[in-house]
């Protein structure tokens, strides 16, 4: 396509006059996919002229603008932008592109005052997403800047919240905010609210010591104090009894958690019946929801970017993306201490756990913490602060055994959970999921979908399935015999051949299918039976995925392949404890934790050990994921595999399988 614009083409020629533009790549990449190829240079017919919210370069573009009576688009960040401020150099997740004016401009309509005013609203769908946005932001503890450490305390409940601004920003300045409007403020929080304590919030980029506030510690006396420690804003807002604001966001995020703030100034979302205002807009008539603005405001109004799939997306899936990112900052950003780290998996784990701080690794746990320590689970034992690490469900394409590493890696600071004879992280994150909200219940059921119909396993390894004999099918899965799983979630039944046994003899007449562990079939760990005698079929070499639609049953002890089946409608029996028994879902002969007591759907079970409990990273980009990536990457083969080395290294272990402890994970 030519550099100049050509009608109907579809793109529009956008003239830039801020470098900010011009160095940002994300930024550049949201304008193009929305549309727009950024030129700079003067202003043709049909050409548009961008400016950065009220940025001290806009003036340059306003003037071009004006002069040349072009069209002008305003951009900003979306409310959700990033884990740090911008100033610290981090690309936004989205950006309001708006062709009427400043959203925290009241000066004149936005296009978010426009549809706020006259958009119908009523889409039972789209306030059904508002509402599960709300919740997820509340639940996840995001915000513009989503940085913020949930091991700080918030202080004690039952203080007022006055929320401080940068000094002379735009947004302040649009809303006539001075010294003098925001001391008026503090004077009128304490004397509307006798008695109770007043908790200055400072800006998170006066935190990062880019810009001041308009508060200070002078301001401080026995009844008002200055909060500039990273606490979340959702857990201040919860234990406030008041929220008084200019102009701040966070007195949007305010209206979310339940407040009526008080405002001095006229944002976005002053002027709608959500809000003591104190600046009236007349035209701002109508009385909306909570629903119906975070709809407005976080749906409908942003553009969103996918920076994994590297096109727009739904503020679902920007939120899905903040969610990887900030999980992952919120565990490493005090470094981590690891020992029980075998020197092959070293590389992978700083990746994932590094990007912060570099891990630093060592033999033994050391005696003084000065930062989290963490430990391969199998290498826990005389351990005692250290939060256990293991591979997490949605693997690899190949084996661990073969040194192929994996796209996600579970944390558990209580246990681990393949051992039912502790709690674990992973059960207590079960029994919350008890019950899910329709927006949980449908991220859940979309990635079952995009599972089953992408075939993905823990391994991703195996050819195509035998002959197999008509009737009742069971799938009885191998395990390695020596494993952990095997030797702490089993009792009377810990073997292959027993295994078998069982299921024979409860269903004399089945057909059953035994599949070797591809660990045991690539002879790198024990774990053999006497199929022969016991089964109908030996599946060897076989892709689990494509024999589990051929059954109607699965029998095991511990194995994955049992979570595997569940999602795949498989009735399961377990004869041991597996992460998946015990909840109502499989039929357990073996014996279960009693603790297990929630009652959670196929769905609560599968967002907590799936979308809750591990952490994804994504081979493509080396950033944080979420669930969904991975399972991508997995099925279209981008997910790392063994190299030439890790092939040679993998022979050697075969070779010497009688010392595969040497390799064992």
Sequence with gaps: MSLETTAGSGRTRLLVYNGGFLASRQIRRLLSLSGYDIRIGLPKEGDVVAVWGNSPTAHRGLAVAARKNAPILRVEDAFLRSLHPGRSGEPPLGLLLDRSGLHFDAAGPSDLETLLATHPLDDTALLNRARGGIERMRELHLSKYSAFDLTVPPPEPGYVLVVDQVRDDAAVTASAGDNARFREMLVMAQEENPGAKVLIKTHPDTIAGHRSGYFTEADQSDRVSIISTPVSPWAL?????????????????????????????????????????????????????????????????????????????????????????????????????????????????????????????????????????????????????????????????????????????????????????????????????????????????KLVAQIVSAQITKYNVGGGIPELPAGHRILVPGQVEDDASILLG???VRTNDDLLRAAREANPNAILIYKPHPDVEARLRDGGAHAENLADVIATN?????????VQEVWTMTSLLGFEALMRGIRVTTLGAPFYAGWGLTTDLGTVPARRGARPTLL?????????????????????CPVEVAVERLSEGSAPAGGPFVRVLSKLQGAFATHAHIWRR
């Design 490 to 492: 089993t009792s009377t």
């Design 604 to 624: 609560g079970l599968v967002h907590a050990a799936l979308i809750d409990y591990p952490r994804y990273l994504d081979p493509v980009t080396g950033e944080p």
């Design 237 to 445: 807002l919860e234990g406030a009894v008041g929220v008084y604001t200019l102009s701040s966001q966070m007195g949007f995020e305010a209206i979310l958690a339940g407040h009526k703030p008080r405002v001095f100034g006229q944002p976005f979302y002053a002027g709608w019946g959500l809000t003591q205002d104190e600046a009236h807009l007349p035209r701002r008539q109508r009385n909306l929801t909570r629903a119906q603005l975070f709809a407005t405001a976080m749906i409908l109004y942003p553009t969103w970017y996918d920076p994994y799939r590297d096109q727009l997306c739904e503020l679902e899936t920007a939120l899905d993306t903040l969610e990887a990112k900030t999980r992952a900052w919120r565990q490493d950003h005090k470094g981590w201490t690891a020992s029980g780290m075998r020197l092959w998996k070293r590389k992978h784990l700083q990746q994932m756990f590094g990007r912060q701080k570099k891990v630093r690794f060592m033999t033994d746990e050391p005696a003084q913490l000065d930062r989290p320590h963490m430990v391969w689970a199998s290498k826990a034992k005389g351990t005692e602060n250290a939060v256990r690490v293991e591979d997490g469900f949605l693997r690899s394409r190949g084996l661990g055994a073969n040194l192929v590493p994996p796209v996600s890696l579970a944390t558990d600071n209580q246990g681990i959970y393949y051992d039912p004879t502790h709690p674990s992280q992973l059960e207590e994150l079960i029994a919350a999921r008890e019950t899910l909200r329709p927006d949980q219940e449908l991220r859940a059921e």
């Design 542 to 550: 076989c892709d689990p995925a494509a024999l589990m639609p051929q």
